[in-house]
């Protein structure tokens, strides 16, 4: 199908334990980001990407990985989860985010960390 | 410092009538300001947006609203539909940053009442 699919939808880990969240686009985008949603916080830049083997770190880096070995492909992984990673992620891609034109989102997973 | 500020957590509407959402910022160099609507458990979409060269853009019953001199803007819906009940999110960027210059407030849950 076309478009942004990010995987698991919900996932439940327990705390020290490391687990990554996939994401996957299909409109050959530049640009995609991670951000994470949080009562009280809206929506937060975890990390983006400007190509293939290009990432940046955003507002809240600490604690993520990524990696972007295919312009597709963008997984987050969470080295050694803590309770206050407890939030819903959201991946985005853009093929011109300076543009004006926004991005794209896909549904999120929701992650607890128990 | 919160640079994109939603001031009103939620708004109450009833069917029919205008919606108005606000949304101040602190940045000067803002240049594009983006609206996103999100339903539970999906992800946001892209609503509408506006360059700081204008100080209206309408699309169909949404119209954005910005006054550059008092750093705010306001998405106006008319008229309000049991569908428009969602969480919206005012954002604001640099067209002459980097990619991860969209930021996001922290969003009005907007409820549509008949």
């Known amino acids: 199908d076309a478009g942004i699919t990010q995987s698991p939808r919900y996932k439940i880990t327990e705390t020290g334990r490391q687990v990554t969240l996939m994401c996957h686009q299909t409109?050959?985008?530049?640009?995609m980001f991670w951000y994470r949603q949080d009562l009280g916080h809206g929506l937060r830049l975890i990390y983006y990407s400007a190509a293939a083997d290009i990432t940046d770190k955003g507002e809240v880096p600490d604690g993520y990985v990524v990696s972007r070995s295919k312009t597709e492909n963008f997984p987050l992984t969470l080295e050694s989860a803590t309770r206050s990673q407890t939030s819903v992620y959201f991946c985005a891609s853009s093929d011109s985010p300076l543009s004006g034109y926004g991005y794209t989102f896909g549904s999120g997973t929701r992650l607890t960390v128990v | 410092d919160q640079q994109v500020k939603q001031n009103s957590p939620s708004l109450s509407v009833q069917e029919g009538r205008i919606s108005i959402l606000n949304c101040d910022y602190t940045?000067?160099?803002?240049?594009?300001f983006l609206w996103y609507k999100k339903y539970p458990a999906e992800g946001p979409t892209f609503l509408i947006s506006i360059s700081s060269i204008k100080d209206k853009n309408e699309d169909g019953r949404f119209t954005v609203f910005l006054n550059k001199s008092a750093k705010h803007l306001s998405l106006h819906i008319v008229p309000s539909q049991p569908g428009d009940s969602a969480v919206y999110f005012c954002?604001?960027?640099?067209?002459?940053?980097?990619?991860?210059?969209?930021?996001f407030g922290k969003g009005t849950h907007l409820i549509i009442q008949p």
């Open positions: 940045n000067s160099m803002f240049d594009y």
């Open positions: 954002a604001a960027m640099y067209s002459g940053g980097g990619a991860d210059g969209l930021t």
């Open positions: 409109w050959s985008h530049s640009y």
